[in-house]
């Protein structure tokens, strides 16, 4: 067993805090990390909140990791000690249903284990996140660093990185095709990067005007004001391809109205019941798509890292004190970070 560090959430109404914890020897399969960076997701927020009601206590959030293999098991080839590494959004999965065996571990048909508050298959202990000095993890979840990326702004990669390259592939956007991106936080300024580097004409969707120049200089040849009604009746039928990034339910009608007949509206930002209530029309008379999509499997996590070392694409991040965390929250819901806060472990020692 390793004694490790790390912030919680005890319930969720209260901030989160320092806890000392258990973290098990590793298993022969296993990888055992010492945490440098780990990102900040608003999926940390929702969770440490409980805002999907399906958070387990103590939480510590926390699945955006890089860091330093400081022990291997006996089985373990993957990887060895010393290696810049990197964990995401799972740390394990059946491993033999046709989800798994497609590389879709993500859709595992009994479930994946989440990087926290998930049940570890073998010992049933609450898996406990990122936001600490350690992790122990299965060999096959764990991804390489490449070594052109800065680790500090690879950690996003993880999570806002995958689940915007993810759908975007799978959906084959390619040169040309007009891709509209709805909201300009960790996720969506990963979106424009990634859209663009596909060869995509790129739009923001954006509730702030003021980040038009800022989303230009992230790629997007376009911004819509999403508030402004003119703006949007004037894309009208306009889009191959959306990728929403609303962390928050919303009307889904205007943006599908951007979209061209067989155009595709992509969620990955909500996970709760659509309300308003979509006009079926919007679909049928075009026939449009709507779509979602969970981060990515381990080997595509993998592609997305050294896609980024190859196309030069970097997270924009903001270093934080891991004891500034509670007010890191705040900042993300005011929607005042450019644009995703990176935890430096090395403040956690102090
Ligand atoms: P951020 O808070 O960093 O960014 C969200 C952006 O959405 C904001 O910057 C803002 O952009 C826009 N936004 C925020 N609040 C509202 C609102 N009330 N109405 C309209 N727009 C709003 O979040 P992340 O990028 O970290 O995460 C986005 C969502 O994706 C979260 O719900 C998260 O849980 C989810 N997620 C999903 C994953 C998946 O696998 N499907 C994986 C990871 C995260 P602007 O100011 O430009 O309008
Ligand atoms: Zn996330």
């Known amino acids: 067993m390793y004694t490790a560090i790390g912030y919680a959430a005890q319930s969720a109404t209260t901030p989160l805090a320092p806890m000392t914890f258990n973290r098990r020897s590793p298993r022969p399969d296993d990888v055992a990390i010492e945490i440098l960076y780990c990102g900040v997701c608003h999926s940390d927020i929702h969770q440490a909140r409980n805002e999907w009601g399906i958070a387990v206590y103590p939480l510590m959030p926390g699945h955006e990791i890089v860091g330093k293999v400081t022990e291997v098991g006996a089985n373990v080839s993957k990887h060895k000690v010393g290696d810049l590494v990197g964990v995401g ?33 073998i010992d049933g202990s609450n898996t406990m996140g990122g936001y600490s000095n350690s992790i122990v993890v299965s060999e096959h979840f764990v991804v390489r660093i490449p070594e052109k990326l800065n680790p500090a702004a690879a950690a996003p990669i993880l999570c806002a990185g995958i689940t915007t390259y993810s759908p975007l592939k799978h959906y084959g956007v390619k040169a040309g095709d007009k891709v509209g991106v709805l909201g300009m936080g960790g996720l969506g300024h990963m979106g424009i990067k990634f ?88 679909l049928v008379m075009k026939r449009r798509v709507l779509a979602g999509s969970l981060i990515g499997g381990i080997a595509e996590t993998q592609e997305v890292l050294d896609f980024c070392a190859e196309h030069d694409i970097s997270c924009d991040i903001e270093m934080l004190d891991i004891k500034h965390i509670n007010e890191a929250y705040s900042r993300m819901i005011a929607g005042d970070v450019k644009y995703r806060f990176v935890i430096d472990m090395a403040t956690l020692k102090a």
């Open 195 to 282: 859209a663009k580097a596909m060869g995509a004409e790129v739009t923001l969707f954006t509730r702030s005007a003021s980040k038009a120049e800022e989303a230009r200089r992230q790629g997007a040849d376009h911004v819509i004001v999403s508030t402004d009604a003119e703006q949007m009746k004037a894309a009208a039928g306009r889009f191959d391809f959306l990728l929403d990034t609303i962390p928050v339910q919303h009307d889904l009608n205007p943006y599908l109205e951007t979209l061209r007949f067989d155009g595709v509206h992509i969620l990955v930002g909500l996970i709760e019941p659509v309300d308003p209530a979509l006009h079926a029309a919007n």
């Open 89 to 121: 959004c799972m740390v394990d999965s059946c491993r033999h249903c046709e989800a798994c065996a497609a590389d879709l571990e993500q859709y595992c048909l009994e479930g994946p284990t989440l990087t926290y508050a998930t049940p570890d298959r």
